[in-house]
């Protein structure tokens, strides 16, 4: 996973360490996999078989785009990323991820623009190549990806 990937969100802090542990009070995590998209879990094995390093970089590259973004941006960013996962296809519609709107208003409690948010936040997706606009208020998965 590319530490582009690595947001608050997706680390999870553990109880801390009992007091008769050797390094009491100690506070571990835990990183939710689960809150990760699809492009941030990058294999360099896959069944077995290494794949070759190219495929590897060029997944890799295909987010880079991330790291320029500040931390809340880039949160906003993968949360969109998940919805667009969640859908389970390669093209869809805005109101599609529009139906996402509760789930990212109790991630974002203070923003009261989510429909616009989640629009601004495709248009940042097609900009960087992650996914393509085929006509209004409808996106497809880059084919890069």
Known sequence: MPKHFFVRDIIEERKPLAATARRAGWIGCNIRLDRV???????????????PKETVLDK??????????????????????QCV???GKSEFDLDEVYAFEQRLRQIYPSNKNIKPKIRQQ???????????????????????R
């Open 60 to 81: 890799w590259r295909q987010t880079l785009f991330l790291r320029n973004e500040s931390t809340e941006g880039r949160g906003w960013l993968l949360e969109v990323m």
């Open 37 to 51: 998209p699809q492009s941030g879990k990058i294999f360099f094995v896959r069944d077995g078989q290494a794949l």
């Open 85 to 87: 996962d969640a859908l």
């Open 122 to 144: 495709l248009q940042v997706l097609r900009d960087n190549g992650y996914l393509e606009s085929v006509s209004r208020g409808r996106y497809r998965l880059s084919a890069s």
